[in-house]
């Protein structure tokens, strides 16, 4: 077991700093009218010592708008301040985490000429993801179903993240012609090797085994012992990420990628995606494949 302790101190320490120089603001969110505001986006439960969010847009995959991620800002403001609220954990409503931004109303937006209101989406969300990457509590991610984009970049940046055999992740902005964002350079490229540039250039999706192989996950469950989990959780009184750690381990299942992962030709990746051009990626391409 890590040293959950130490790991949590650091982060509350450089959190610390950073709220000492003034890093740590956030203007009045705006609201647009093109999207629906209500306090539904975003559902709540309560527990004995901790608060889950659950994202509220099923239909939508619960893609990220500009009210959804304000009103998770708010809540998770509150609930830092909130002693009596040991942890935080997050998860989606529906069979999806969340497939990331809401690119349609954006779209909608540039049509109309409302670039502020595109701008203040990705100041939302931005700034979202730099608070729960300095978050002062313990961070639960229950990454079930699809997870990609903007749905991961307000998911891994905490403390922990549960994948399950139905997890889908991706990273798949150039595929719109974008480039990954939402935290995205970061964590992409502390995976092993080249494998965050395999993924940022070509979108390619990975399991909830290759997630806990990779890194990108810290815990593994089936899908059918997810409620058990969230049961003992939400019977947990304690700030403690050691605690929450062991509580996440007891039921955590021990997995491996299947034999046509990419997580098996990483060597290959390393030897394809180590260039400093594009061209050079793909003329290595050419060759190898």
Not at 190 to 207: D, F, Q, R, S, V
């Amino acid at each position: 077991m890590r040293n959950c302790k130490s790991a949590m101190l650091f982060r509350r320490v450089l959190s610390l700093e950073k709220l000492r120089y003034g890093c740590r603001r956030f203007s009045s969110l705006s609201s647009n009218p093109l999207i629906d505001d209500s306090d539904n986006l975003v559902l709540v439960e309560d527990k004995a010592g901790s608060r889950t969010a659950i994202l509220n847009r099923p239909t939508s995959l619960n893609a990220i708008n500009t009210s959804m991620v304000a009103r998770l800002q708010k809540l998770y403001k509150i609930w830092e301040d909130d002693p009596d609220i040991r942890f935080v954990a997050l998860k989606g409503g529906g069979r999806a985490f969340s497939a990331g931004g809401d690119i349609i109303s954006l779209y909608s937006l540039i049509k109309e000429g409302r670039l502020e209101d595109g701008k203040q989406f990705f100041w939302t969300i931005y700034s979202f993801i730099y608070f729960l990457g300095t978050y002062l509590k313990p961070h639960v991610a229950l990454l079930n179903g699809i997870t990609m984009g903007g749905g991961a970049g307000i998911s891994i940046p905490g403390t922990f993240r549960v994948a399950t055999d139905k997890t889908i992740f991706a990273t798949p902005e150039t595929l719109i012609g974008f480039h990954p964002d939402a935290g995205a350079s970061f964590y992409l490229s502390h995976l092993p090797g080249y494998l965050g540039e395999y993924l940022a250039m070509t979108g390619e999706k990975l399991n909830g085994a290759e997630m806990l192989s990779c890194g990108l996950a810290t815990h593994f469950y089936p899908i059918t012992k997810l409620p058990m989990v969230e049961e003992q959780l939400g019977n947990l009184v304690s700030d403690d990420p050691c605690v929450i750690e062991s509580t996440l381990a007891n039921q955590g299942d021990t997995v491996h990628p299947d034999q046509t992962s990419v997580m098996h030709r990483i060597r290959t990746v390393d030897k394809c995606f180590s260039h400093d051009t594009v061209e050079e990626i793909i003329e290595t391409l050419k060759y190898t494949l």
